[in-house]
């Protein structure tokens, strides 16, 4: 994705798997296909069609030196460092700014694509969270109805693709127990995560201890539905809240809402890059209560909500930085 976007250069990746095993799973996805383009590994830097990208393979955050290798922005996407007080490691070793690719409670700015962005502040704000795939799906059927109806509060609920990090493939130990079961198997209830709920209320401040939810892990690889019920400040319609919905897919939310009359299911949007894309047949209104359903892709929609918000921070560089430097910590 970041190839094919002129203001971001993917210069360092920082990962405890081998070179050779991280280049293999960036040439071969099992739902992608094939990536379309030449990668090796070359004296332990990975190399995308003669772009290098060196690699390294340090436990901590921050053990890289960030600051050596010009680094504008770290993406923190280990899933382990994502507190505010660990992603300043990354800035002490450092770099100029930190996105951290998950909701968290403490950031000094979360920052929801389409919805927020202009609350981005330069002078103030070093690290970033642009929420989760959860939090950004809902945020622009939110932004769409706040905007046209009002807005009182919610519940969200998300059906869930499983995922190596928070779900297991086969019955195992784990924090949570319903969680530790086995993911392709089983339909597996959890809250929604404190910092998923922070997202959106910091967002949006009506919704502050009005909004809470789950997510179920669904034996699916990919693509997910995000299901909101929210109080609205009037009494409305289905066809009103689509109109709505619609118009701003085509508008303001532009590239980050979808829209869409047709009967689709969850292989229908992979590849999609929009946060979210709402399935019209689905709105339902009962008094002032509407409930909307929107598809995801949580992989590439959110992938691609972290590459814009990459853009944005680093499109504003601390002094001595080099503009529009990316390294990556992947997943251990």
């Not at 690699?55 to 994502?82: H, I, N, Y």
């Not at 109805?145 to 059906?159: D, E, F, I, N, P």
């Amino acid at each position: 994705m970041c190839r094919n976007r002129r203001e971001i250069d993917v210069v360092a990746i920082n990962d405890i798997a081998e070179p050779r095993a991280q280049a293999h799973l960036l040439r071969y996805d099992s739902v992608r296909g094939p990536l379309d383009a030449d990668v090796a590994v070359d004296d332990g830097a990975i190399i995308v069609d003669h772009h290098s990208i060196a690699s390294f393979r340090r436990p901590q955050a921050g053990d890289v030196p960030w600051g050596d290798l010009g680094v504008d922005v770290v993406l923190e996407a280990t899933g382990r460092f994502f507190s505010a007080d660990q992603a300043r490691r990354h800035l002490d070793a450092g770099a100029g700014r930190v996105v951290v690719s998950t909701a968290t409670v403490d950031p000094d700015v979360t920052i929801l694509m389409g919805v927020n962005e202009a609350d981005f502040d330069p002078a103030r704000h070093r690290i970033i969270s642009p929420a989760c795939c959860t939090s950004s799906a809902a945020a622009p059927i939110i932004a769409a109805l706040r905007q046209s109806l009002g807005l009182r509060g919610g519940m969200l609920t998300t059906v869930h693709a499983f995922d190596p990090t928070k779900s297991s493939l086969h019955d195992a130990p784990h924090w949570d127990l319903r969680m530790g079961r086995a993911a392709t198997v089983n339909l597996i209830p959890a809250r929604l995560k404190p910092g998923s709920i922070h997202a959106l209320s910091s967002t949006f401040p009506e919704l502050a201890g009005r909004i809470a939810g789950l997510h179920v892990r669904v034996p699916a690889i990919i693509g997910c539905v995000a299901d909101l019920d929210l109080q609205v400040d009037r009494r409305t319609t289905a066809k009103e809240v689509n109109a709505a919905l619609a118009a701003a897919a085509e508008g303001s939310l532009k590239g980050y809402l979808g829209y869409t009359e047709e009967e689709i299911v969850s292989s229908d949007i992979i590849g999609r890059t929009e946060s979210c894309i709402v399935d019209a047949e689905f709105t339902t209104v009962v008094g002032n209560t509407v409930k909307v359903i929107g598809w995801y892709d949580n992989e590439w929609g959110f992938a691609n909500r972290l590459a814009d918000v990459i853009g944005l921070v680093g499109g504003h560089p601390t002094p001595g930085e080099r503009p529009h430097a990316l390294a990556v910590p992947a997943g251990p």
